[in-house]
């Protein structure tokens, strides 16, 4: 089904909680007059503990349209980070911005928009509280970022390589500033990405993973889910090198990007502590759990798409047989 709402995602999830933010901890350790080439030696404790539920901190990340575009609060991309700090592994949790949330009556991506509706400051709260009532998952931290992040963070480390597999083209990609030009054809472009290894520089990338009308697989918003995290992968990879750590211009620069396009919940002190996971973690593969209304790997399929009368004629998602324990019992079971 066609849908009229311009996707635009604004990802990043593990790149800018634990990575990103981490290297604010290198920052903050050099501004305290310790030598760059010790900076890698701190990691050896944290700084300040976080806040942990079980032995697990889960940050979410909310990718927003941001100014300027219609809608800028809507959350296009909902990540759930999870940190196992016993085993050092972490996890990604995708959220489909479709998916129904009882309390509000309304689909999970509206959550961070009617809270700073009702008061500025209070999207944060009601994104984390929504999630807890769907996924049974505590939030401890918070980050919101707007596209324009991604973008510059990507052309600051030189591009990114990503293995395109399968290709696809959409000759529906939105142009930006002409979502109400006349005729209807000239809103659009098309974008194909060529199977194989594709080096991206900062803009191509935010296509990559914001394309949703190709043909097929890939023009579900699984996919982009799928492309998301490869990019997040490609960045990370990107960001914690010591090249990059101790080069004290580039770093300035990602700090200067970083406060220009984000909102957290995160007290500065425990950015050291955050790039001490982000290391913790470099060791180990990061688990994705897939929410969606296909089979996983185990032939289990969690959510379904319900009749559209029964929730105000809107295309939403919920757990099979509408019983939310099961699905919070299914991300319990697969947490690293």
């Given at each position: 089904?066609?849908?009229?709402?311009?996707?635009?995602?604004?990802?990043?999830?593990?790149?800018?909680?634990v990575t990103v933010l981490g290297v604010k901890g290198y920052w903050f350790l050099e501004s305290h007059n310790v030598k760059p080439i010790d900076l890698l030696g701190?990691?050896?404790?944290?700084?300040?503990?976080?806040?942990?539920?079980?032995?697990?901190?889960?940050?979410?990340?909310?990718?927003?349209?941001?100014?300027?575009?219609?809608?800028?609060?809507?959350?296009?991309?909902?990540?759930?980070f999870s940190f196992n700090h016993d085993t050092q592994k972490a996890t990604i949790i995708s959220i489909p911005r479709d998916l129904w949330v009882p309390s509000l009556k309304a689909k999970i991506n509206t959550a961070y928009y009617y809270g700073e509706e009702s008061s500025p400051g209070a999207g944060i709260?009601?994104?984390?509280?929504?999630?807890?009532?769907?996924?049974?998952?505590?939030?401890?931290?918070?980050?919101?970022?707007?596209?324009?992040?991604?973008?510059?963070?990507?052309?600051?480390?030189?591009?990114?390589?990503?293995?395109?597999?399968?290709?696809?083209?959409?000759?529906?990609?939105?142009?930006?500033?002409?979502?109400?030009a006349i005729?209807?054809?000239?809103r659009y472009e098309t974008i194909t990405f060529l199977p194989g290894m594709n080096h991206l520089d900062g803009e191509t990338a935010l296509k990559f993973v914001r394309s949703r009308h190709s043909v097929g697989e890939e023009g579900t918003d699984f996919a982009r889910s799928r492309r998301q995290?490869?990019?997040?992968?490609?960045?990370?990879?990107?960001?914690?090198?010591?090249?990059?750590?101790?080069?004290?211009?580039?770093?300035?620069?990602?700090?200067?990007?970083i406060n220009n396009n984000l909102k957290t919940n995160i007290a500065e002190n425990?950015?050291?502590?955050?790039?001490?996971?982000?290391?913790?973690?470099?060791?180990?593969?990061?688990?994705?759990?897939?929410?969606?209304d296909r089979p996983d790997s185990d032939g289990i399929t969690i959510l379904y798409n319900p009749p559209t009368y029964q929730y105000f004629n809107e295309w939403v998602l919920v757990p099979k047989d509408n019983n939310w324990n099961t699905l919070k019992l299914y991300i319990k079971n697969k947490l690293q």
């Amino acid at each position: 089904m066609f849908k009229k709402n311009i996707s635009i995602v604004a990802l990043i999830v593990f790149l800018i909680i634990v990575t990103v933010l981490g290297v604010k901890g290198y920052w903050f350790l050099e501004s305290h007059n310790v030598k760059p080439i010790d900076l890698l030696g701190f990691f050896g404790s944290p700084v300040q503990p976080v806040e942990s539920t079980n032995g697990y901190t889960n940050f979410l990340l909310l990718g927003i349209r941001g100014e300027g575009s219609e809608s800028p609060n809507l959350s296009d991309s909902m990540i759930v980070f999870s940190f196992n700090h016993d085993t050092q592994k972490a996890t990604i949790i995708s959220i489909p911005r479709d998916l129904w949330v009882p309390s509000l009556k309304a689909k999970i991506n509206t959550a961070y928009y009617y809270g700073e509706e009702s008061s500025p400051g209070a999207g944060i709260k009601l994104a984390q509280a929504s999630v807890f009532e769907d996924l049974g998952l505590p939030i401890h931290y918070t980050a919101v970022v707007n596209f324009s992040l991604f973008r510059q963070a990507v052309d600051l480390v030189g591009g990114i390589d990503i293995n395109v597999n399968p290709g696809f083209t959409d000759s529906l990609f939105p142009i930006p500033g002409k979502e109400n030009a006349i005729p209807e054809s000239s809103r659009y472009e098309t974008i194909t990405f060529l199977p194989g290894m594709n080096h991206l520089d900062g803009e191509t990338a935010l296509k990559f993973v914001r394309s949703r009308h190709s043909v097929g697989e890939e023009g579900t918003d699984f996919a982009r889910s799928r492309r998301q995290q490869q990019v997040i992968s490609a960045l990370r990879e990107k960001f914690m090198t010591p090249a990059f750590l101790l080069d004290k211009q580039k770093v300035s620069l990602l700090l200067e990007i970083i406060n220009n396009n984000l909102k957290t919940n995160i007290a500065e002190n425990l950015y050291p502590t955050l790039a001490k996971m982000a290391l913790d973690s470099q060791s180990n593969s990061i688990v994705s759990i897939p929410l969606s209304d296909r089979p996983d790997s185990d032939g289990i399929t969690i959510l379904y798409n319900p009749p559209t009368y029964q929730y105000f004629n809107e295309w939403v998602l919920v757990p099979k047989d509408n019983n939310w324990n099961t699905l919070k019992l299914y991300i319990k079971n697969k947490l690293q």
